[in-house]
């Protein structure tokens, strides 16, 4: 069975200073991983998404995530924390049920930018 | 058009009453999704709608009940509902429900259940 396990429940960081969100994944064929951020009492928004293609995969504002084969990690980057992004961010693998497919969100992690 | 609408924004009812949840989206998906998200809880998958037909029903309790009566149209009928049932309701939508792509999400009904 699919799963994904966001290893920090918070994170904090200064605004300047690099954001690391880390996600570990469990899948018995190659999966489809993605990033989404919600900020408070939003919908969630795609980050980014990896489907077997380039394993360093490029998002919107400013973040990446490198699927890692070898360590099953799939962990979020952005070089220079914005206040913009104070939110919370899931960690989700898809996969295939019913002639369809179903997210497996990780727990999810709450970013928090200090001034 | 690349947004999902969901309205109301916001929903308080007794556990007497009967309201619905719409959500619409034009964007050509086949595949759209309501999903339950607690507070500080990742959202929680209610139902899959494919190509209009309801595929996944996650054992929800009958007092919700899902409608898609076209392509772009999905609801969320509720009746008698629990305080418990307070929460964010999500909509989504993919484009093909068979290969597993990125689903857009809209931003929500908070549902208060008093």
């Known amino acids: 069975a699919q799963s994904v396990t966001q290893l920090d429940s918070h994170v904090s960081v200064s605004e300047g200073t690099p954001v690391l969100l880390r996600c570990n994944y469990s899948?018995?064929?190659?999966?489809?991983l993605f990033w989404y951020v919600q900020h408070p009492n939003k919908g969630l928004q795609l980050l980014l998404k990896?489907?077997?293609?380039?394993?360093l995969v490029k998002g919107i504002n400013g973040f990446e995530a490198e699927f890692k084969k070898s360590e099953t990690s799939f962990h979020l980057t952005k070089p220079s924390a914005h206040m913009s992004d104070a939110a919370e961010y899931f960690c989700?693998?898809?996969?295939?049920?019913?002639?369809?497919?179903?997210?497996?969100f990780g727990t999810g992690t709450r970013l928090k930018v200090l001034a | 058009d690349t947004e999902v609408t969901q309205t109301p924004k916001h929903l308080v009812m007794g556990m007497t009453n009967k309201k619905s949840l719409k959500c619409e989206q034009h964007?050509?998906?086949?595949?759209m999704y309501w999903y339950k998200q607690k507070a500080k809880k990742p959202p929680e998958l209610m139902f899959v709608?494919?190509?209009?037909?309801?595929?996944i029903n996650e054992s929800v309790p009958s007092r919700f009940s899902p409608e898609c009566p076209n392509s772009s149209l999905l609801n969320l009928h509720l009746h008698a509902l629990q305080p418990e049932d307070s929460a964010l309701y999500l909509c989504?939508?993919?484009?093909?429900?068979?290969?597993?792509?990125?689903?857009?999400f809209g931003s929500g009904t908070r549902l208060t259940v008093v």
């Open positions: 989504a939508s993919s484009q093909d429900p068979g290969q597993g792509g990125g689903y857009t």
């Open positions: 899948s018995s064929y190659s999966p489809s």
């Open positions: 990896y489907t077997s293609a380039a394993t």
């Open positions: 989700v693998v898809i996969t295939p049920t019913s002639g369809t497919y179903k997210y497996i």
């Open positions: 964007m050509g998906h086949r595949a």
């Open positions: 709608y494919s190509y209009e037909k309801l595929s």
